[in-house]
């Protein structure tokens, strides 16, 4: 349960991140309890959330980073990730994006595309290295979760469908400048049935004996992200059930000696310590509801407007019996809403209200739209910037 310090809430600009660093500390560590069961590795995928204290408090938990872009790269090297535990995904990677990896000795890049590999192999013989590559294969498994953030079906823009694969190793045994470590996937986020997981086992488990049949061994297995939190229930688990998680795949995929499996979890570790507080401005009676006009929008968190997300939402500074509110933002646009016909303590002028489970995909996607000033960011432990 997240005990708001409203206290300390007095004074500061809203809207702001809230994030509690106490709990995040204790996902890292049951993740990290899991994880040595099997000796598994995590790298963090930065794009869930890059706020630097973030980044370098689970650098010092020893995971590795997962990136998406050169920007990323350089903020997971700035907050300590160790280079050889940075990887390196996207299906569009700009030359000096692909240059700034090599020349840090970054510990895979995960190619998307025959063009791609071409392009990585030729940077690195211009620079004289060799790049470690795993390819990321679209392995047409349902993710059964929001379209928008489905990846591994064959219509998605994402990694080599098997039809592509033949070509591809054709042309990767030809380069001098390319290593094979393995093979990766990433099949979509928010996914909470683990049978969809326990599918991409059996995928990875066949495309695996394929590869060893035509001669090529498969040092890493990487399943990507993906796991889901509550979003409905922020306190009930507010850390996420990783032993199940990792038990799909240790009953689910036979490790090779000496191979090693990865992860690259966003949500799930950053996704329920961080909530937006908002004040709100005005309620404003219409025909036939009541809108609670808060001062933040989808500027500072747009997966409502772009995801139909669902936010609990709650008002920390009311305790008058709920009302009905939809509770919507100030931008000028009719997605700016969080949520509609939901029940909040009555809200006045200047309540607070936290939008919970905002630590994922929130202040990273946050936009300037409207000219709005970006969100700061609150963290109980640390003075603030
Ligand atoms: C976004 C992404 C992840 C993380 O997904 P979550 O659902 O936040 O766990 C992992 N790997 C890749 C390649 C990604 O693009």
């Given amino acids: 349960m997240i005990i708001f310090p409203i206290e300390r809430f007095q004074g500061l600009r809203t809207p702001f991140y809230y994030y509690d660093t106490e709990l995040l500390r204790r996902t890292l560590d049951v993740l990290g309890e899991q994880t040595a069961r099997y000796g598994y590795q995590v790298h963090y995928a930065v794009k869930a959330n890059a706020n630097p204290h973030i980044l370098s408090l689970i650098a010092r938990k020893g995971l590795g980073a997962d990136c998406v872009s050169g920007g990323e790269v350089q903020a997971a090297l700035e907050a300590g990730f160790p280079a050889d535990r940075i990887f390196f995904a996207g299906v569009g990677k700009a030359d000096w994006e692909i240059r700034l990896g090599l020349e840090h000795g970054i510990g895979c890049f995960n190619v998307e595309s025959p063009a791609e590999l071409r392009v990585i192999d030729e940077l690195a013989a211009a620079l004289g290295r060799t790049a470690p590559v795993a390819l990321r294969i679209n392995p047409n498994v349902d993710a059964h979760t929001h379209a928008k953030i489905t990846t591994g079906l064959e219509e998605n823009k994402f990694g080599i469908t098997s039809g592509m694969l033949p070509g591809v190793l054709a042309v990767m045994a030809d380069m001098k400048h390319v290593r094979f470590l393995g093979i990766h996937f990433h099949i979509g986020s928010q996914i909470t049935d683990l049978s969809v997981f326990r599918n991409l086992c059996l995928r990875a488990g066949e495309l695996q004996d394929d590869l060893e049949a035509l001669g090529l061994s498969v040092a890493h297995l990487n399943f990507g992200g993906g796991l889901g939190i509550d979003y409905h229930h922020p306190d009930r688990f507010p850390v996420p059930d990783f032993e199940n998680y990792f038990s799909v795949f240790r009953q689910s995929v036979k490790p090779r000696p000496g191979q090693q499996f990865h992860f690259e979890l966003g949500r799930s570790i950053v996704g329920q310590c961080g909530t937006l507080i908002a004040k709100a401005l005005y309620v404003k009676e219409g ?40 509770v919507v933002g100030p931008i000028c646009e009719s997605s700016d809403v969080f949520a509609k016909g939901r ?25 300037q739209y409207n000219c709005r000033r970006l969100p700061e960011a609150f963290f109980p432990d640390l003075p603030l910037e």
Avoid: C, Q
Wanted: charged share 30%; aromatic share 10%.
């Fill in 287 to 326: 025909e036939t509801k009541k809108f609670a006009v808060l001062d933040a929008g989808f500027t500072e968190l747009i997966r409502p407007a772009m995801y139909d997300a669902y936010h609990y939402i709650e008002n920390l500074t009311s305790n008058e019996p709920p009302e009905t509110y939809d």
């Fill in 343 to 367: 029940k909040l303590n009555r809200v006045r002028r200047n309540d607070l209200i936290a939008i919970r489970s905002a630590g994922a995909y929130g202040e990273a996607m946050a936009s």
